[in-house]
């Protein structure tokens, strides 16, 4: 049938640069993969499912399309049983790997005449240039995970004191009866028991007990060992399993041929695979508990895009507050939105991610096929959810940010402030920032710093959106079966901390004690327990469990306060700020100007080195790091002319903002300017004061890291949501009624 739509002024046949979104809607996660398949525009290449083609058309006017629909071809092995042959996901012989093919099958339609269309030879150059190339989530795609193993600095150093061991020595422990996940020292030739897991099997723990008192670190799990050379080795110096590329010559040290042994044991390896397959079952167990899938609206899971875990985890926690699902779940935006290519309006992403949590079309439960984790051993059938794969998401969100761009594990608490000023960005420049959820984070923190040499006391402000509270303990005693209360890591968070500071009374750089409290109190509480620790240049994961109140926490005891009979130190009004030499010299040694450093230091209250060289990172396109630091008695308020302060004032900013801006720019107008808009956290953040608020709290969710480093492991998020506690694990989402509260790394409680 003819059409007059089909004339060259709605086709592109350049496809040059172009994103070709032929995978996914762009405005939800309907996919190709769905019956309906989807709708890729002729002119611009957005891609829709039906309802959102049309709403495309009405506003574009671009009414050719291709519909791209991937229709499963069964092989002959889906009918078999998965085998896992390899420690991978996506990939063939790993979890979650399909040999089924998919069949592209292309239509082409008018959506004005709402009729089908011919594949006309003209256009065949252009139907072929779409299927042909990339998708617009294939450019931005991560990878899929492969978990690597690589040898280390033990294995490769490996010095060998042992000899050959009788063939009965090897049969059990050397220190108990156990006859079974045996560990063989490399070293010397020791033989002990594993370490003994939280349902008491496993062992007596007689092998790292052997490593602690002897300092050997390499052990290989008897049981493991293939004829072609391969087992389970671990490393308890480096705590992750490694590869020994010369095995079999070590082994043959302790009269062991690699060529007669018979695999008996799983590897580590095969043992963590196994437990992440075990939590995709209808019936998930997490630390001996029973965890049952949870399926509809605010139960929908999250693909992991290739150690995007925290991300996922963050978005969780983030959009389990009502005040950020009513500000951005707007799919009224969707059908107005003028950008060409909806991929890349936030606003539109944002209506798409909330969506997709809450409308429950993504969590449906299904049902796979079992999968065979040993010989003639199956898994029951999985019940699962699909979830959303929020790729368009993750990669408009990191877009400029390579550490977030990338494929590479990265910290869920510096996601959360980078997904908080992504947010706030956009809000600023929409000129809606008195909508933005963020404010519900940010509190005012005083700091009370008292001379130690006249013993007077003078207070500074800051805005904040977490505290960063230590577990106090000594790291050689952490252990994963302690625990210490979360009230001792509070006291040890307000404890007085030592700082150099320039005393204006005595004139001089002085030992100053810096007291941390609150002068505000925040919606909600974010607190980061820092479990990673230095030890000899080498972070190390606290593994000490902190007891959290389940039934309220009061910060009453911690509230800012003055003591009537402290004496003030004067303002050092009538000078320049003072700064210690050893700060400033750090600070230079790593690069920096001494007006970088000053600036540093004066943003970050003189503080530390370290705490400056941070702030520094993540400020270096600052526009004030060029100003001079000016004395305050140089900017102060009454010296501003008014007419200044008016312009500054009708730009949308308030007054006390501009004020501000003035005194710290020295009253000039175009670095006041620059400052109003490079210090958002300082201009754009309002903390009521009317009144005291409430103290009180109660734990509304937390984030937790799973492993030894935090370059690597996993994150998973708990939300309560009552009656239960509901467990997010990427794609997988159940409800427990014992979450692991004392295993947490972020905590966000809400103010009652």
């Given amino acids: 049938m003819a059409c007059e739509h089909l004339v060259p002024e709605h086709l592109q046949f350049d496809l040059r640069g172009r994103l070709i979104h032929k995978d996914e809607?762009?405005?939800?996660?309907?996919?190709?993969?769905?019956?309906?398949?989807?709708?890729?525009?002729?002119?611009?290449?957005?891609?829709?499912?039906?309802?959102?083609?049309?709403?495309?058309?009405?506003?574009?006017?671009?009414?050719?399309?291709?519909?791209?629909?991937?229709?499963?071809?069964?092989?002959?092995?889906?009918?078999?049983?998965?085998?896992?042959?390899?420690?991978?996901?996506?990939?063939?012989?790993?979890?979650?790997?399909?040999?089924?093919?998919?069949?592209?099958?292309?239509?082409?339609?008018?959506?004005?005449?709402?009729?089908?269309?011919?594949?006309?030879?003209?256009?065949?150059?252009?139907?072929?240039?779409?299927?042909?190339?990339?998708?617009?989530?294939?450019?931005?795609?991560?990878?899929?995970?492969?978990?690597?193993?690589?040898?280390?600095?033990?294995?490769?150093?490996?010095?060998?004191?042992?000899?050959?061991?009788?063939?009965?020595?090897?049969?059990?422990?050397?220190?108990?009866?156990?006859?079974?996940?045996?560990?063989?020292?490399?070293?010397?030739?020791?033989l002990?028991?594993?370490?003994?897991?939280?349902?008491?099997?496993?062992?007596?723990?007689?092998?790292?007990?052997?490593?602690?008192?002897?300092?050997?670190?390499?052990?290989?799990?008897?049981?493991?060992?293939?004829?072609?050379?391969?087992a389970s080795i671990h490393c308890y110096a480096c705590d992750e399993?490694?590869?020994?590329?010369?095995?079999?010559?070590?082994?043959?040290?302790?009269?062991?041929?690699?060529?007669?042994?018979?695999?008996?044991?799983?590897?580590?390896?095969?043992?963590?695979?196994?437990?992440?397959?075990?939590?995709?079952?209808?019936?998930?167990?997490?630390?001996?508990?029973?965890?049952?899938?949870?399926?509809?609206?605010?139960?929908?899971?999250?693909?992991?895009?290739?150690?995007s875990c925290y991300m996922n985890s963050c978005v969780q926690m983030i959009f389990s507050f009502e005040q950020f699902v009513r500000r951005y779940y707007n799919l009224e935006h969707q059908k107005t939105c003028r950008l060409?290519?909806?991929?890349?309006?936030?606003?539109?992403?944002?209506?798409?991610?909330?969506?997709?949590?809450?409308?429950?079309?993504?969590?449906?439960?299904?049902?796979?096929?079992?999968?065979?984790?040993?010989?003639?051993?199956f898994t029951e059938p999985e019940q699962y959810q699909d979830g959303i794969r929020p790729q368009m998401f993750k990669s408009l969100v990191a877009k400029g940010n390579k550490d977030f761009m990338g494929a590479q594990q990265q910290d869920a608490l510096e996601y959360f402030n980078f997904f908080l000023s992504v947010l706030e960005k956009l809000e600023k420049a929409n000129g809606t920032m008195t909508l933005y959820p963020g404010h519900m984070f940010f509190f005012k923190e005083t700091f009370k710093l008292k001379c130690q040499q006249c013993q007077k006391v003078m207070y500074r402000e800051q805005m904040a959106n977490c505290i960063e509270v230590p577990i106090p303990i000594d790291i050689k005693e952490d252990a994963e079966d302690k625990t210490i209360s979360f009230e001792t890591c509070l006291q040890k968070w307000a404890e007085p901390t030592e700082v150099d500071l320039q005393c204006p009374y005595c004139q001089a750089t002085?030992?100053?004690?810096?007291?941390?409290?609150?002068?505000?109190?925040?919606?909600?509480?974010v607190v980061m327990l820092n479990r990673f620790a230095q030890t000899e240049w080498v972070s190390k994961k606290i593994l000490t469990g902190v007891t959290v109140p389940l039934d309220g926490l009061s910060l009453e005891a911690y509230r800012h306060s003055v003591d009537p009979s402290e004496e003030l130190l004067p303002e050092a009004s009538s000078a320049a700020p003072q700064f210690s030499p050893s700060q400033i010299e750090a600070i230079m040694s790593m690069g920096f100007s001494q007006l970088q450093a000053q600036h540093a230091l004066l943003q970050t209250q003189h503080a530390s080195p370290e705490l400056a060289i941070e702030w520094l990172l993540t400020n270096l396109d600052n526009p004030v790091l060029s100003t001079p630091i000016v004395p305050p008695s140089q900017s102060a308020a009454a010296s501003f002319p008014e007419e200044n302060?008016?312009?500054?004032?009708?730009?949308?900013?308030?007054?006390?903002?501009?004020?501000?801006?003035?005194?710290?720019?020295?009253?000039?107008?175009?670095?006041?300017?620059?400052?109003?808009?490079?210090?958002?956290?300082?201009?754009?953040?309002?903390?009521?004061?009317?009144?005291?608020?409430?103290?009180?709290?109660?734990?509304?969710?937390?984030?937790?890291?799973?492993?030894?480093?935090?370059?690597?492991?996993?994150?998973?998020?708990?939300?309560?949501?009552?009656?239960?506690?509901?467990?997010?694990?990427?794609?997988?989402?159940?409800?427990?009624?014992?979450?692991?509260?004392?295993?947490?790394?972020?905590?966000?409680?809400?103010?009652?």
């Fill in 25 to 190: 809607c762009t405005l939800c996660y309907s996919s190709a993969k769905d019956d309906s398949g989807i709708d890729v525009c002729l002119k611009c290449f957005n891609g829709g499912c039906p309802a959102h083609s049309h709403i495309h058309y009405e506003k574009s006017g671009h009414p050719l399309v291709l519909n791209v629909r991937n229709v499963r071809i069964l092989s002959s092995q889906s009918s078999e049983p998965q085998k896992i042959t390899r420690l991978a996901i996506g990939k063939e012989g790993g979890a979650g790997y399909s040999p089924d093919q998919w069949d592209t099958q292309l239509s082409l339609k008018c959506l004005a005449c709402r009729i089908p269309l011919d594949r006309a030879d003209d256009l065949e150059p252009l139907v072929n240039s779409i299927l042909i190339s990339n998708s617009a989530l294939m450019e931005n795609a991560v990878g899929e995970w492969e978990m690597e193993h690589k040898p280390c600095t033990h294995t490769r150093g490996l010095v060998q004191t042992g000899g050959p061991i009788a063939e009965k020595s090897l049969a059990g422990c050397g220190e108990c009866e156990l006859r079974a996940n045996l560990w063989l020292c490399m070293t010397c030739g020791h």
């Fill in 192 to 230: 002990g028991c594993g370490r003994q897991a939280y349902d008491g099997s496993g062992g007596n723990g007689h092998g790292v007990g052997h490593y602690e008192t002897s300092g050997h670190p390499l052990v290989c799990k008897m049981g493991t060992i293939t004829p072609e050379g391969k």
């Fill in 241 to 307: 399993e490694v590869i020994d590329e010369s095995l079999s010559l070590h082994l043959a040290t302790f009269g062991i041929n690699v060529c007669t042994q018979i695999k008996t044991e799983k590897t580590i390896a095969e043992m963590e695979l196994e437990a992440n397959l075990n939590l995709t079952l209808s019936k998930a167990i997490e630390k001996g508990k029973v965890l049952i899938p949870m399926y509809g609206p605010g139960f929908t899971g999250m693909t992991n895009l290739g150690n």
């Fill in 340 to 377: 060409s290519d909806l991929s890349q309006c936030l606003f539109c992403q944002l209506a798409k991610l909330t969506d997709g949590l809450f409308s429950g079309q993504h969590s449906v439960r299904k049902t796979g096929q079992p999968v065979e984790i040993e010989p003639g051993v």
């Fill in 510 to 525: 002085r030992m100053f004690s810096k007291t941390a409290q609150f002068k505000t109190y925040p919606e909600v509480l």
């Fill in 645 to 752: 302060v008016s312009a500054l004032v009708e730009m949308g900013f308030t007054r006390t903002q501009v004020l501000k801006s003035l005194k710290e720019t020295g009253g000039d107008m175009d670095r006041s300017v620059d400052y109003l808009f490079s210090h958002p956290e300082e201009m754009d953040v309002e903390v009521r004061e009317e009144g005291p608020t409430s103290s009180m709290y109660k734990l509304h969710g937390f984030i937790t890291h799973l492993g030894v480093s935090p370059h690597s492991g996993h994150y998973v998020s708990h939300i309560l949501k009552p009656p239960h506690w509901i467990y997010y694990n990427d794609n997988k989402v159940a409800s427990t009624d014992s979450p692991p509260t004392e295993k947490g790394y972020l905590y966000f409680f809400l103010r009652v």
